[in-house]
Structure formats: C-alpha cells, structure tokens
Nanobody, 126 residues
Framework: QVQLVESGGGLVQAGGSLRLSCEAS????????MGWFRQAPGKEREFVAF????????YYADSVKGRFTISRDNARNTVYLQMSSLKPEDTAVYYC???????????????????WGQGTQVTVSS
C-alpha cells in the first residue's frame, strides 16, 4: 500500500513558476514509477509527466514539454514537478499517482495507476 500526499500548489501569475511535491509512504518508493496528472473543471483527467522507477526515463505531455520537469528523490520518498512559464491553461488540480511496482507499460492512461494523492490546486492568473 502506498499513500501519496501532494503539496506546493497555489496562485501564480502567468509566466511564473511553482514546484509541486508528492511524498509517498512506505519503504519501497524506489520500486514505483510515478506520474503527474491534472484535471481542470469540466475536463477529463489528463497526463502531465512520468518518471520511471529508476528515474532514468521521463515523458511529458506535449502541452508542458520544455516548461515542466519531473524528478524524484528516492531518499526522501518524494517526486517533484517543477513548473515554469506557467499559462492560464495550466490551471487545474494536480495529482500524483503510482502504478504497480516496476511498471513499464503505458504511462499516459490514468486507469493504469493504482495509487493517487488527494490533489493540489494550481491557479495561474493572466
């Protein structure tokens, strides 16, 4: 069982930056790939970024590529999402999620993730 807790959301002006954190419980964090998703009002949950359990592979949605960076610190059981050059369309609730251990399959489909955090609100004003 993995419990995930996000933090770091808030209100920021367009062009600004935020860093989201997701802390995981348990002693086997290093065996879990991690993903970030977001959901805006009235829209479906969408993939944002993924990092493999070893941290050697990262993938991003086209809409955030070049602006967002996912990273992990296994010693701290934490995954991060550094967001820069934020746009109003980045406004959403951001969720971190973990698929089953040692996962290497499809990373952009939310249904493939087993554990979810409660979400943190990010609001970008124009």
């Amino acid at each position: 069982q993995v419990q995930l807790v996000e933090s770091g959301g808030g209100l920021v002006q367009a062009g600004g930056s935020l860093r989201l954190s997701c802390e995981a419980s348990g002693r086997t964090f290093s065996s879990y790939a991690m993903g970030w998703f977001r959901q805006a009002p009235g829209k479906e949950r969408e993939f944002v970024a993924f990092i493999s359990w070893r941290g050697s592979n990262t993938y991003y949605a086209d809409s955030v590529k070049g602006r967002f960076t996912i990273s992990r610190d296994n010693a701290r059981n934490t995954v991060y999402l550094q967001m820069s050059s934020l746009k109003p369309e980045d406004t959403a609730v951001y969720y971190c999620a973990a698929p089953p251990p040692y996962y290497s399959g499809n990373y952009y489909y939310p249904g493939n993730y087993r554990y979810w955090g409660q979400g943190t609100q990010v609001t970008v004003s124009s």
